[in-house]
């Protein structure tokens, strides 16, 4: 690994977006028991782009409500404060990816694109699978590939030079990655989650959701964002840097312990919720 320009990310990680003070206040009220769900909503009413961003989401067919929810408060009690603070995350998420560089938005919305169909489909494997805590998957699979976020916006030459060479060598993005930087965005991804003080398991999942070695404590959660991120490089779901579609790690699909028929009906649930979710593109 170079460690010179590990270094260099490293110091432009600090120069980050911090998570916005709402989305911290929130998650100190929902750590504290004597929180009510108008305590909540006080706080996210207040910030309006907020608001609207999490109303259309819980309305979308992404939960599939049979009523539509008109208040924050309302959201609150149906969903449960652990599911809120998540997608309040999410719709922070992606003010990271606005950039006015010319040169790398296009990248950069293709990307934002690749992250939300893999978000949709690990929450879609976890129901599945009966995992609890859906959201966690969601964040998990927007976040897995963060890192070519920070590389885009502080090292746009590199980052061009990077996709220059997925064109002409024909090879995945983390190689490139590799020969340019000598680390990979899975690397850039890790130290990031160290510097918002993400969960330990979302942070597991950025660094190994390519699955070359499946260790640790997250096996499930990386094994089903290592899917979802192949479900939606076949499907053609925005772009994760190249147009290759990497190769099943098979104990990953043996932990989740699916059956194989089970693929196109996923495949045609994530396409029809990307559709309709899709409302930041």
């Known amino acids: 690994m170079n460690s010179k320009k590990l270094e260099r990310i490293v110091t432009h990680i600090e120069d980050l977006p911090t998570l916005p003070t709402t989305v911290l206040k929130i998650t ?33 067919s992404f939960y599939g409500f049979p009523q539509k929810i008109s208040t924050v408060t309302g959201a609150i009690v149906l969903l449960g404060f652990d599911a809120i603070r998540d997608l309040l995350l999410t719709t922070s998420i992606f003010d990271v ?14 990307l934002w ?8 489909a690990a929450k879609i494997i976890g129901s599945y699978t009966k995992y609890d805590k859906l959201e966690e ?19 746009p030459d590199d980052f061009s030079r990077i996709y220059s060479l997925v064109n002409q060598k024909k090879i995945r993005i983390f ?22 003080n993400l969960p330990s398991k979302i942070a597991s999942v950025i660094a190994q959701h390519h699955a070359k070695e499946l260790t640790g404590r997250f096996i499930q959660e990386i094994s089903i964002v290592h899917i979802s991120d192949i479900i939606c490089r076949a499907l053609d779901l ?14 990953a699909w043996n932990i989740l312990q699916m059956d194989a028929d089970l693929i196109h009906e996923i495949m045609e649930k994530v396409d029809m919720e990307f559709r309709d979710l899709n409302f930041f593109a």
């Open 28 to 60: 100190e009220l929902i750590n504290n028991p004597k929180s009510s769900a108008r305590d909540i909503a006080n706080i996210i009413t207040d910030d309006q782009v907020l608001t609207a961003r999490l109303l259309k989401l819980v309305n979308s």
């Open 137 to 155: 998957l969601f964040v998990a699979g927007l976040l897995h590939d963060i890192g070519k976020v920070v590389e885009a916006l502080f090292f």
């Open 113 to 120: 694109k690749h992250s939300l169909g893999c978000a949709i």
């Open 238 to 251: 925005g772009s994760g840097g190249d147009n290759m579609i990497p190769s099943l790690n098979d104990h």
């Open 97 to 110: 990816f606005l950039t006015k560089n010319k040169a790398i938005k296009n990248d950069l919305e293709r």
């Open 175 to 196: 190689q490139a990655e590799e020969e340019v930087f000598g680390f990979t965005h899975a690397d850039t991804g890790k130290l990031l989650a160290k510097q918002w």
